[in-house]
């Protein structure tokens, strides 16, 4: 009689045998390159998702306080010089009888989501018959193309 052969694992027996193991060194390497992956595509892209987000905020702000000085100008005749400044809006002016303020919300002059504080001047290059107001932006420093101001079209 012949010796009977040993029958092979088949393929299916020997991953289930490797599984059994634990994972691989490969299928380790594998979930670490898929997690490198996903922090060099997705997490740049939420890192520029959020400054796109403060971009839009600076410019909301800059809405908002330009209807705060429309206001001002309709009561007082007249817009903050460039020396009064936005704090001319929140805090009433010893000379200004009809100064009907704080015409922004919370009586606060907002900072620029970088922290800096919005510039404002009267009258502005750009608008000579009104006033610049603008934030330097993302790389917080006037100019650079990133600027977020009151004349440039959107
Ligand atoms: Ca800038």
Redesign the pocket.
């Known amino acids: 009689m012949r010796h009977s052969m040993v029958r092979p694992r088949s393929l299916a027996d020997t991953l289930a045998a490797q599984r059994s193991g634990g994972f691989t060194l490969i299928e380790l390497l594998l979930v670490l390159v898929i997690l490198a992956v996903l922090a060099v595509v997705v997490v740049p892209k939420f890192t520029g998702r959020s400054q796109q987000a403060k971009v839009t905020a600076a410019g909301t702000d800059i809405s908002n306080i330009s209807l705060a000085l429309d206001l001002f100008e309709i009561d007082c005749g007249r817009y903050p010089t460039t020396e009064e400044g936005l704090l001319l809006l929140i805090e009433e002016p010893g000379n200004q009888p009809d100064w009907k303020g704080p015409y922004l919300k919370r009586n606060h002059v907002p900072a620029d989501p970088w922290k800096k504080p919005y510039v404002y001047s009267v009258p502005g290059q750009h608008n000579q018959r009104g006033y610049d107001l603008y ?13 977020i101001d009151n004349w440039s079209q959107p």
């Open positions: 934030s330097y932006g993302p790389n917080m420093q006037d100019g650079g193309g990133d600027d």
